[in-house]
Every structure is written in C-alpha cells, then in structure tokens.
C-alpha cells in the first residue's frame, strides 16, 4: 500500500474514490457538506432519506455524484461528534478501508481528519490512518493454495490535510506511521506462522534478516552449548523436553553518533509452541499456544520499525527462543533447577513456563547496565480474565517507568493499564525445597499479579517494567490471528524516550 499526503477540496479530487465523514445522527463533516455544496445537495438528500444515519463504521458507497471530480464518494459513520476520540478515528478509517479493499478502486482519498484534529493534531491522525489502515489491508494467505490471492485493487490511500501548512508536519508523522505499520506487519507475520515453521531457530532468521537489513541492527546468537555455558538453567529446563534447538537472541540497534552505554532492554518471550510440557494442557484451543512467541515478535517488530525511522536511542532486545513440550526427556513437576541468577527453583507446573525462560533473560540483561527493562509476554490465561482483549496488563518496579508505558499505550490507541504489585501477591512462592516456586499456592488468585512478582525477583538491579500481552497478541473467532501489538505502544514510548533524552540533553 502506498501512502501520500495533499491538501485540496474534495470535490476537485481526481479520483477513484474521495471519503468523507457523517456524524450521527445525520449531520455532514465539513467536507461532506463542501460535496453537498457543490452536488446540490445530492448528500443531505441521502441522509435524509435514512440510508445513512452517521453510526460509528458504517458506511454507505455513492457513484455520479453530480458536480464531483472523482469516480465515488464513500460516506463512512463517524457516530457522535462529541464521542468522536481515538479509538473512534481508527474505527472510521479501518470501516472505510475495509470497503475499498472490496470495492474496484484503486486510490482513495481521505477527508478525515478535520474534525478530528480539534481534538488531537493532526501528526497523530496521519500517523494512526495509516497505521489502521495497514492493519485492514493485511493478509496471511501464503499457506493456502486455493483461492488465496484474490484481486484487491486498493493501491494508494491519500490524506488529505486541512491546510497546505500542515504538510511538512503530516510528511513526519506519515513516516511514522508507515514504519510502525511495518513493523507490525512483520510482528503479525512471524506470529501467525504454525508453530512447524515458526521454530526457535526461524527466530534467528527473522533477527539475521534485520540484521542484514539495517546496519544499525548487529545480531548475536547463543546456541544450546553457549545457554549451557551461561549456565541458563531455567531456560534450559523448559527447552529440555523438546525435539527442536533452543536459541538465545541478542539484538542491538546502535544508531551513528551514538554511544553505548545503558541501553533500553527489550526481552520477548520466545515460546515458539507451548503444549505446557508434562502440565500438558487441554486439546480445546491448545492451536493458539503457537502465538506464545508474541512478544519474541513485537520485539522483532520493534527493531524493525525503529531501525527504520533511526531515533538516537541505544536498543538491546533479548529473545530466549524455545517449544515447551512434554517428553521423556522433559521437566517433571517438582524438579528443582538453578538459574542464570543461582536462584533455584522448584519448578510445580511445567505449563508456568513463560516465568523461567524470561528470568534468566532478565537476568542476562543486568550485563547491560540498562536504563530500563521492559519485557512483553503472553504471560497468563489469567490476564485474558483480567482485562479481556482491550489492554495489555503493565506491571514493574518502579512507578515512572510503568507510567510511561501506560501513556504510550493511550497514546497510540494499544492500550496497557497498571496493576499492583505488593509484596503480598508473591509470598505464595513460597517453596518447600528451593528458592522459590514457579507457581504460588494461592491457585487461580491474581495470576498475572503472582506472574509479575516471580519475575521481579530477577529483576531487582535495574528499572524494569513487564507487559502481559495475552489477551491483545492475537484474535480469536473470525478474525483469528496475531495483531502484532504492542509494537506500536513500544514504538510511541521509545519515541517519547528519544525526546526526553533529548531534552535533559539541553
Ligand atoms: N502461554 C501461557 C499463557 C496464555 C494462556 C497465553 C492463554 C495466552 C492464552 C502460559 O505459559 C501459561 O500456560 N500460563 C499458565 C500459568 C499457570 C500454570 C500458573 C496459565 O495461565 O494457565
Ligand atoms: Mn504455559
Ligand atoms: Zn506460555
């Protein structure tokens, strides 16, 4: 998809399609009103006879209108214009592309925006157009050998921009837009492949593939023998049970003119399938534990995007990459093992896996001296309870650090929202014969809160932070496959990173 920006009147657009907003109920945006104008109130006429009521994503196709430039006018539903926020901008836009995609029009030109930016500038509407608009237009198809590539004709989407001075501001923000779509798409595409293709070792690709990609991107990788070397026993206690090598990948984006020093850690969990090895868990749905690597691919989808759009930040990300399978050779429930940290841990339920591989990568990332560790996992069935599919759950040490997030999260319309994290919630841990346990007693109580507090027992040396993305890595139903979120949460906050590193800078 190809993206540009003009600013110009909607009815002078040569064009297969110009899109313009109704609110409810029945009242014309500005440049449905400008159309109305100038067709002679060929669209007051419509919306007075009820075919177009202005709900939130419908959406209502028109051919010849009279006076009009362009080949159609889509009225796309903008619901109520004092309702008319974030979410419901990118409601409006991905209704509209969605009908495009199925219509013969090959270019649409957007009008949008300018009701919008009373609210919000008009930078973020730019950006998150196009970001919503990525999201719609994807497709994964390549496994299909039928009727996969059906003909979509929609090539170039176009916003329009209130005045010719908004240009130079909606050309950045466009930018920024396109890189995070990027990076999303790449994120989507790795965590929809099956867990036979998407191995611990394709992983690696992906990482190589950035790295040959970029040369801001340097790609180390530790295979089983090195994991052993750095004596990753609780790494290595998950990967134990399966058929397929273990990996340990380190990524570093360093751009030109900037230092290494304390770099920003990212670590996503890396668990390419996870049937819950011997804590085998139920066939129903078992399918969707081939995503369990979501955060390894907002990580990788992170890198992507920010390799694109080079802010002078310093990013390490780190990915233990492995299949949690039952076998002969597998974890029993009760075996103790020693992690990177030396903590040992009595490991109750092979199926809390995600914990141990994700402590020995945050305790690798203390060689780093970082400013900040964040890691993303599809932690807990217990965050879906929790939150549903709405937002991720933020959890972490230190305050500011998970403010951060949570703005971000509001600012780029992925939303994470905060929990507590008093010691309470991790005395459960308790273990009759280690350190710790991978799993309190208190059975299905605040699961995702007794997650975060096992993880921040190896989390102690630096600021960290944790997103528990099991609820919004991936759809269920019809629409079933990976969203690639939180890349852009990620993005926005590493963004807002550069700028305030900027400015303590002078
Ligand atoms: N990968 C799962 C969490 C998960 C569940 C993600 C459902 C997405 C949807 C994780 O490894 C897991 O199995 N967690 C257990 C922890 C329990 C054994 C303490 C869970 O949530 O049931
Ligand atoms: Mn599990
Ligand atoms: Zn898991």
Not at 351 to 362: C, F, K, P, T, V
Request: charged share 25%; glycine share 8%; proline share 4%.
């Amino acid at each position: 998809m190809e993206f540009t920006i003009k600013s110009g009147s909607p009815e002078k657009q040569r064009t297969a399609c110009v899109v313009v907003g109704i609110f409810e109920s029945r009242k014309l945006s500005l440049s449905a009103e400008r159309i109305d104008r100038v067709s002679k109130g060929y669209i007051s006429d419509i919306v007075r006879h009820g075919d177009m009521e202005g709900y939130l994503g419908s959406t209502l196709m028109l051919y010849n209108v009279p006076n009009i430039l362009a080949d159609r006018v889509l009225l796309v539903g903008l619901g109520r214009e004092r309702d008319f926020k974030d979410m419901e901008f990118r409601q409006a836009i991905k209704s509209a592309v969605k009908l495009l995609n199925e219509t013969g029009a090959y270019e649409a030109v957007f009008f949008l925006t300018e009701e919008k930016v009373r609210r919000r500038e008009l930078g973020w509407c730019i950006e998150h157009a196009v970001i919503a608009a990525g999201e719609v237009v994807y497709s994964f198809n390549h496994l299909k050998t039928e009727n996969s590539d059906v003909r979509r004709p929609l090539r170039k989407i176009t916003f329009s921009v209130p005045m010719r001075s908004d240009l130079p501001v909606a050309e950045v923000m466009m930018a920024r837009g396109i890189a995070t779509a990027e990076g999303i798409e790449f994120a989507r595409d790795i965590a929809n492949n099956p867990a036979n293709l998407c191995t611990p070792e394709y992983l690696t690709e992906m990482a190589r593939m950035l790295e040959s990609m970029y040369k801001e991107i340097s790609v180390t990788i530790l295979n089983r023998a090195e994991i052993e070397a750095e004596k990753m026993g609780a790494f290595l206690a998950v990967a134990k049970g399966s058929e397929v090598e273990p990996y340990f990948i380190v990524l570093r984006y360093t751009p030109a003119g900037v230092q290494k020093t304390s770099p920003t850690v990212l670590v996503g969990k890396g668990i390419t399938f996870d049937s819950g090895g011997i804590s085998l868990k139920p066939a129903a749905d078992m399918d969707h534990m081939k995503f369990d690597m979501s955060g390894a691919a907002a990580v990788l989808g992170v890198f992507r995007a920010i390799a694109d759009l080079k802010p002078s930040i310093d990013l390490v990300g780190l990915i233990p990459a492995c299949e949690n399978m039952p076998s002969g050779r597998a974890t029993k429930p009760g075996d103790v093992v020693t992690s990177l940290s030396g903590k040992t841990i009595e490991i109750l339920n092979t199926d809390a896996e995600g914990r141990l591989i994700l402590a020995d990568a945050l305790t690798y990332a203390e060689r780093f001296s970082p400013e900040a560790v964040v890691d993303i996992a599809t932690l807990t069935g217990a965050m879906v309870v929790a939150l549903g599919h709405e937002a991720a759950g933020a959890f972490g040490n230190n305050d500011t650090l998970v403010r951060s997030l949570v703005n971000a999260g509001e600012e780029s319309a992925d939303r994470a929202w905060s929990f507590p994290m008093w010691s309470e919630y991790g005395e459960g841990l308790k273990s009759h014969f280690a350190d710790m346990a991978n799993i309190g007693s208190g059975g299905r109580a605040a699961g995702s809160i007794v997650a975060a507090q096992f993880l921040s027992k190896f989390a102690g040396k630096y600021n960290w932070a944790h997103l528990d993305i099991a609820g919004v890595a991936y759809k269920e139903g019809k629409e079933k496959g990976a969203t690639g979120r939180p890349v852009s949460l990620l993005v926005t906050w590493l963004l807002n990173r550069e700028d305030r590193e900027n400015e303590a800078m002078g």
